[in-house]
């Protein structure tokens, strides 16, 4: 059981790239979500998912889009990237409302964009 | 909106004793889940102790416990006997509950834990 898993770990990107972040998880988890974290701000809610097909906005969602195509699946993608777009981004998933309360969490992943 | 407010940024505790970390919220409504996450140097977020609102009784977790107090809308954690180990960030968060329709999480900007050996 591996949890939630993100992929790339690291990346660099220049401005005007784009680049899709894939997260998994295989516990059957309904919702996921995508935060950005930056020094002093906590962790703040880009998009989320609560099933297969659905996506709702966050709190911080300009310039990102997303997709669950898979239950097990959600990806990020910056369209054309930009330096305000570095930060640490995690993916985290939890289960539906017969489940558990709290969020478990991916490893995270530093991107970086010139 | 909710908010949820972490007012330490950085605190110091000399190993094997007890430190308390503050955490504030706000909100209208009645019943939400509180919770603490620890982020180790690693980056992978862990959580510590939640708390639910309807529950009086703090929630202990061995060394780590709550101080919850619903009409002051303070969230506390106390932890004992502080180990190296315990030297993260931790992040206070909210949640409603189940019966609202919002399924977000409210972050703190955390407070980051040094442990002096």
């Known amino acids: 059981n591996a949890g939630v898993t993100q992929t790339p770990k690291f990346r660099v990107l220049k401005t005007g790239q784009s680049m899709t972040l894939l997260c998994a998880q295989d516990?059957?988890?309904?919702?996921m979500y995508w935060y950005r974290q930056d020094p002093g701000m906590g962790l703040r809610l880009i998009h989320y998912s609560v099933g297969e097909g659905t996506t709702a906005k966050g709190e911080v969602p300009d310039g990102y889009n997303v997709s669950r195509l898979k239950k097990q699946n959600f990806l990020l993608g910056l369209e054309s990237a930009a330096p305000s777009q570095t930060s640490v981004y995690f993916c985290?998933?939890?289960?539906?409302?017969?489940?558990?309360?709290?969020?478990?969490f991916g490893p995270g992943t530093r991107l970086t964009v010139l | 909106a909710q908010t949820v407010t972490q007012s330490q940024p950085e605190m110091s505790v000399q190993e094997a004793e007890t430190v308390t970390l503050s955490c504030t919220y706000d909100t209208s409504e009645s019943d939400y889940y509180l919770f603490w996450y620890k982020q180790p140097p690693s980056r992978q977020m862990i959580l510590v102790i939640r708390?639910?609102?309807?529950?009086?009784q703090n929630a202990t977790e061995n060394r780590f416990s709550v101080n919850f107090q619903k009409a002051a809308k303070s969230f506390s954690l106390k932890i004992s006997d502080s180990q190296l180990g315990d030297a993260a960030m931790y992040f206070c968060?909210?949640?409603?509950?189940?019966?609202?329709?919002?399924?977000?999480?409210?972050f703190g900007t955390g407070t980051r834990l040094k442990v002096l050996a």
């Open positions: 985290a998933s939890r289960p539906g409302l017969a489940g558990g309360r709290e969020q478990f």
């Open positions: 516990m059957n988890h309904e919702y």
């Open positions: 968060a909210y949640r409603s509950a189940e019966n609202s329709g919002t399924y977000k999480y409210i």
């Open positions: 708390q639910e609102a309807y529950k009086q």
